[in-house]
């Protein structure tokens, strides 16, 4: 049984949480709190393996409460956010600071049925993670920026996709991208609104251009591209100019954006032209189209086992028999240019 604590300032969303996660076997809700000060107690009394933890509370923020417990009591929590640009930029910032996911509240256009099977998927996926692994990688990552350079006109295109732990490791690959980078196309499994503020802390941190993609935006040499939450992106050609389409659909693998809808896509536009990289995540969204990527001549890269902070997503496309090279994260960079190199 998964051991889940619930901490929300709103007796209604704790109640809800605690009803929609009580429905499935595999979980059991151990406690709830209204604040952070009830909350540690709780954490040390009933040693959950999950803290679901809401941002605005009284009495403490949550992104100070995640910093003591990363600091005391450190063990995976999932944030649970309201949508707004401060909320999602707090929400990001309280991904920095060790949570493992984001999830937003339920609203008019969000229903608690919509957020009640993300709920339960994200908390699978949050049990698997060892979060000193996690802090681990992290610091490696931030202790190590060097930005590679690639010495060709490049018109490839690279594209790739992420899940859990996924901001990290999108983190630690761009910032080590050259600005001359092949057009970039990326889903990570996040959030409606929460993309945007994602896709400016990386343009941060990067040479490339990195910006949540519109409709119709071309996929150009040194920019990357990032699907809006609750969104497919697709990859479309109109001569030799590359552009993503962003549309609704439904869940594919139970996610929209998915990696699959992407990956797929990629193959069919783009063929031997591309290169495909699948990071750290929970499930295996994303091996079949990388599979039909490999069917048509693109070469595919998987994060290590090592290095991922779920070996899910990427141990799939590796069974299923996608993968070209397996990789360490601090190494895929490099490895990517190389396929580049290799098919100019």
Known sequence: ????????????????????????????????????????????????????????????????????????????????????????????????????????????????????????????????????????????VKGNREVLSINITTHQILAIGASTGGTVALDSLLSKMPYNSPGTIITQHMPKYFTKSFAMRLNAQSKMTVKEACDGDTVSMGTALIAPGDKHMLLRRSGARYYVNIKDGPFVNRHRPSVDVMFKSVSQVAGKNAVGVILTGMGGDGAKGMFEMKKRGAINIAQDEKSCVVFGMPKVAIETGAVDKIVSLEKIPRAIIKSIESIT
Not at 17 to 39: C, H, M, N, W
Not at 63 to 75: A, G
């Open 1 to 140: 049984m998964i051991k889940v604590l619930v901490v929300d300032d709103s007796a209604i969303v704790r109640k809800i949480f605690q009803r929609e996660l009580g429905k499935d076997p595999s979980i059991t809700v151990v406690g709830t709190a209204p604040d952070p000060y009830v909350a540690r107690d709780k954490i040390i009394s009933l040693k959950p393996d999950v803290v679901t933890l809401d941002l605005e509370m009284p009495r403490m923020d949550g992104v100070t409460f995640l910093r003591k417990i990363m600091k005391y009591n450190p063990l995976p929590v999932i944030i649970i956010s309201s949508l707004s640009d401060k909320s999602s930029n707090i929400a990001m910032e309280a991904m920095e600071c060790g949570a493992v996911d984001v999830l937003r509240k339920p609203g008019t256009s969000y229903t608690v049925g919509d957020m009640a099977i993300e709920l339960v998927d994200k908390v699978k996926a949050a049990s698997k993670v060892n979060i000193k692994h996690k802090a681990l990688v992290s610091k490696l």
